[in-house]
């Protein structure tokens, strides 16, 4: 998909540029053409000759080559390239890009650039929450520019939060995703649940399980990438989204998200349903927080309603429900039982057996099975990957 592509890729003053050095190599590998330019204190991070050997191609800088006087013409640069990414973008060059200042070649580039332009904001967690910053962000969306959400984990200031550049693998899934989108779900209305559902105990204290929501938002990102338009009711995660065409309800409970799930079912074409919904809940949650005792205590549960199991009785003739299952044995038998109890057109599976697969990892291994039982098995992918297989598996059967 990224085959004879050519990429522009501007390297900003930011730690994260260490991490253009693999991109480069990444999208070279993928069969893309890469020019690379560079802010001037994108070279305090990374040399120039690291990022010009790998890409094959000179680094452009200056306005004026060295010495030479030749002009570094940015309207070529800008017309050349099939796609500006802007990786890492520093806060400095997002304000400026936001703001039409234009005091670099980078920065020259693009405003002449025509192509898309797609950018990865990397800074500390404070400077992205910033007012200023995020003002800048949602300028540049609403432009049309292609945002790459950075990430949670640790930071290089050694704090914890949002703010690390993506990943550059993800960089290029999102690159081949947006070459080879072909816009087969225009028109259609989806609806994916995703996350964990915290189930309270007291104020303080709930029952939760450690679906981070990966798979659902990657899932609900791919489905608006094929041209639906997506409600994604999500658990507490500490994930955004990155494309527009999803509307995100943020719920608590299994009973919000049983509730919500009601509400839009009807409207929806496609229903994805990847939450780790709570079977169970607490009988009553303590209006107090508990006190310590040492006589021990005893939470009685009740079941949670089964989300998939109510829109499975609801669905009509034109409806398609995509239904999980995350099985520890008899895998296929369990998933195939699972799919007529529940009423799914498509179910996925993927065992807490297999290494890398499941819960927390960035990668999935699944199982697609039909309503007819056949099966496909795919292989251990990342899991923005694995959206990309289930999404074009809906779209084929529902086009069938
Ligand atoms: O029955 P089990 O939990 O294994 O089924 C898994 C499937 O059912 C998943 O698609 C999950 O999102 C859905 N589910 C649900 N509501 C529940 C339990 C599971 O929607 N209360």
Redesign the pocket.
């Known amino acids: 998909m990224l085959s004879g592509k050519r990429i522009l890729l501007g390297v900003t003053g930011s730690i994260a540029a260490y991490k253009a050095a693999v991109l480069v190599r990444l999208l070279v590998k993928a069969g893309a053409d890469v020019k690379v330019i560079m802010t001037p204190s994108a070279k305090e991070f990374i040399t120039p000759l690291t990022l010009s050997t790998l890409s094959k191609n000179p680094v452009e800088s200056d306005f004026v080559k060295d010495q030479s006087g030749v002009w570094s013409n940015h309207v070529e640069l800008g017309l050349w390239a099939d796609v500006l990414m802007i990786a890492p973008a520093s806060a400095n060059t997002v304000a400026k890009m936001a703001n039409g200042f234009c005091d670099n070649l980078l920065s020259a580039v693009y405003l002449s650039a025509r192509c898309p332009v797609f950018f990865a904001p990397a800074m500390d967690l404070d400077m992205l929450q910033h007012q200023s910053t995020q003002t800048n962000i949602n300028r540049l969306v609403s432009f049309g520019n292609h945002l790459i959400n950075p990430e949670y984990g640790e930071l290089a200031s050694g704090l914890t939060g949002t703010g690390r550049m993506a990943e550059p693998e993800e960089i290029v899934i999102q690159l081949k995703s947006f070459f080879s989108t072909n816009l087969r779900l225009k028109g259609k209305k989806a609806l994916v ?1 995703a996350g964990p559902t915290y189930e309270a105990i007291d104020p303080v204290r709930f029952i939760g399980n450690n679906s981070t929501g990966k798979m659902g938002f990657a899932i609900a990102e791919e489905l608006a990438r094929q041209g639906a338009e997506v409600n994604l009711i999500s658990g507490p995660t500490h994930l955004s989204l990155s494309v527009p065409n999803v509307t995100i309800t943020k719920i608590t409970s ?1 009973d919000d998200m049983h509730r919500e799930a009601l509400k839009h079912f009807p409207a929806s074409d496609i229903a994805v ?3 780790a ?1 709570a ?1 169970f809940k607490p009988l009553t949650k303590a209006d107090q927080k508990i006190k310590k005792s040492t006589a021990g205590l005893t939470i009685e549960l009740i079941q ?5 199991a109510d829109l499975g009785k609801m669905k009509r003739e034109d409806q398609f429900i995509v ?3 995350l099985e520890t044995e008899n895998e296929q038998a369990h998933a195939e039982k ?1 799919i007529k109890a ?1 009423n799914f057109d498509l179910i996925v599976l993927n065992s807490l057996n297999d290494k890398g697969a499941g819960f927390g990892h960035d990668t999935n291994r699944i199982t697609l099975i039909d309503k007819k039982l056949n099966a496909t098995k795919f292989s251990l992918k990342n899991k923005k990957e694995v959206a990309i297989d289930i999404v074009n598996a809906i779209s084929e059967h529902i086009h069938a």
Do not use: E, Q, R
């Open positions: 649940t299994a349903l990847s939450a919904v079977d949670n309603p089964d989300i998939a239904g999980f299952a699972k529940k």
